[in-house]
């Protein structure tokens, strides 16, 4: 009996990783494409060195396995041993179960991102991310494993936290994992859906981050930024801006065809 749950764990904990990487991978060859689209609209000037983006393209492989054994293991223990929160029922109570597990992570993250960036915990915990001051799409997973137990292991107590099926929390991740890729890109691909006010994070805010340091903590949506006054005070005005150009040199980019 051991021996089949230690086989099953592994078992869960290799689909999940293969699931991340897969994921991480192809979200950034289409990102890596996009912005080919709309060079013009780059947000930061300055280019990444190339020694920085292939780091962060070995770390975040590193990372997505820490992340995929969270994920992994809180979805085994829910499986074998029914530990958690039974999940609510139908199309309507899967629905509510993401909404409500968006709005539970990203107050997860906003508040340990705040504490990783004391002067306490920084320089152990969360400088590595930061050395890539101009994020590219592969460094959204580039961390170290401290910083991953900070910020992930919601992933390994969600199903204690919210009455969630593993599919709603499987689908929350891969959501996670694809804005976070494009919210490191560089370029401004939210679109309308992001133009302040809106709730949800831009590209811009994340970009910022990046720049500031110590402003846009949030992951999903600005609210806790707004609300704790940790919003860039440039924020609204520059995500618009950015937003505006970018709209502005794809419709330039589509008027030969048209």
């Known amino acids: 009996m051991a021996l089949e749950r230690a086989i099953s764990w592994i078992a869960t904990v290799a689909a999940v990783y293969a699931i991340l990487v897969a994921t991480y991978g192809a979200t950034c060859f289409a990102v890596a494409r996009l912005n080919r689209q709309i060079a013009a609209a780059k947000i930061q000037a300055r280019e990444t060195p190339q ?7 070995r770390q975040s492989l ?19 041993f029914g530990w ?7 199309v ?13 992570f990203d107050t997860w993250f906003y508040w340990f991102h705040r504490l990783i960036h004391t002067p306490a915990l920084y320089p152990w915990v969360h400088r590595w991310h930061h ?20 910020l992930q292991s919601y992933w ?34 939210g679109g309308s859906w992001c133009r302040p006010p809106s709730p949800l994070v831009s590209v811009t805010h994340h970009d910022q981050h990046h720049r500031y340091f110590r402003c846009n903590y949030a992951t999903h949506f600005t609210l806790w930024d707004r609300l704790m006054g940790t919003l860039h005070p440039e924020h609204d005005a520059e995500a618009r801006r950015n937003i505006t150009a970018t709209a502005a040199v794809r419709r330039t980019a589509r008027a030969p065809a048209e």
């Open 51 to 57: 020694h920085l983006i292939r780091r962060d393209q």
């Open 62 to 80: 590193l990372s997505l396995f820490a992340i995929a054994a969270m994920f992994g293991t809180g979805h085994w223990l829910y499986a074998e």
């Open 84 to 90: 958690g929160l039974r999940p609510f029922g139908g």
């Open 92 to 104: 309507a109570g899967s629905i509510l179960a993401f909404l409500g597990s968006l709005i539970l």
């Open 131 to 150: 050395l890539t001051v101009t994020p590219v799409a592969w460094s959204n997973n580039s961390d170290r494993l401290v910083d991953n137990l900070f």
């Open 156 to 189: 390994l107590v969600a199903h204690f936290l919210i009455p969630a099926a593993p599919a709603v929390l499987l689908a929350h991740k891969l959501y996670d994992q694809v804005t976070g890729v494009i919210g490191h890109s560089g370029w401004e691909h």
